[in-house]
């Protein structure tokens, strides 16, 4: 059952609801959408061939993704930063720009080995998010779980239908699961979400041409 903090004007949750929150904010942690994400994207962009649709999408997980996740991972158990989720701002710097790297590296991968063209536009999506969300979480920490998934969205819907836009609808309840554990306020989810979502629209407008035919 839900209550109000008036020290924080923040949502409070316990029992269940917080586990539910909690729950929700693991399974679809931005590491986790992000490597769905990349499969989801790889088999459109290679019209359905499962081998390069593999390749790629793996390429764009390993480095958008996963290798991210491994050096945020030992450096909270290092207790480098609280937690895999780095809830408190100020150390969000080192492992955002540890984010920025890995994805910036596997942009340049995705272009020297001829990807196509979806999975290089989903990788600069990816990069320039990261660029715009590091000097904003210098002051104020937007909520990255909000960014990565609407982007995602977004990305999605171009390639293959606007009914993806129905996943706004999870994207709604990872913002709603990121305030009731109280490591957003709701202005920090929104903004992520607004801010992922058409960061990575206008990447795919602006590539569309080169969109066409998959290649």
Known sequence: MSRFDT????????????????????????????????????LRATDYRIGPALLW????????????MVFIVRGARAGKWDGHHVR???????PLLVCFASAAAGLLVLILGGAPRAMILAAIAMVLTLAVVFPITL????????????GAV????????????????????????????????????????????????????????SLIGGQ
């Open 154 to 209: 977004a990305m999605l819907a171009f390639v293959y239908s606007p009914y993806a836009l129905f996943g706004l609808l999870v994207v709604a309840l990872i913002c709603w699961s990121r305030v009731v554990v109280r490591h957003h306020t709701p202005a920090q989810v929104c903004a992520g979400a607004v801010l992922g979502f058409v960061i990575a629209l206008g990447v795919f407008l602006v590539g569309q041409q």
């Open 88 to 94: 408190d701002r100020a150390g969000r710097t080192v």
């Open 57 to 68: 999408a793996a390429v764009l997980a390993v480095f958008s993704a996963l290798l991210p």
């Open 7 to 42: 020290a924080t004007a923040q949502p409070r949750a316990d029992g269940p609801v917080l586990f539910i929150a909690r729950t929700i904010g693991e399974i679809l942690a931005p590491w986790v959408v992000l490597v769905l994400f990349a499969f989801a994207i790889g």
């Open 139 to 150: 002051r104020w920490k937007i909520s990255m779980h909000a960014a990565v998934s609407a």
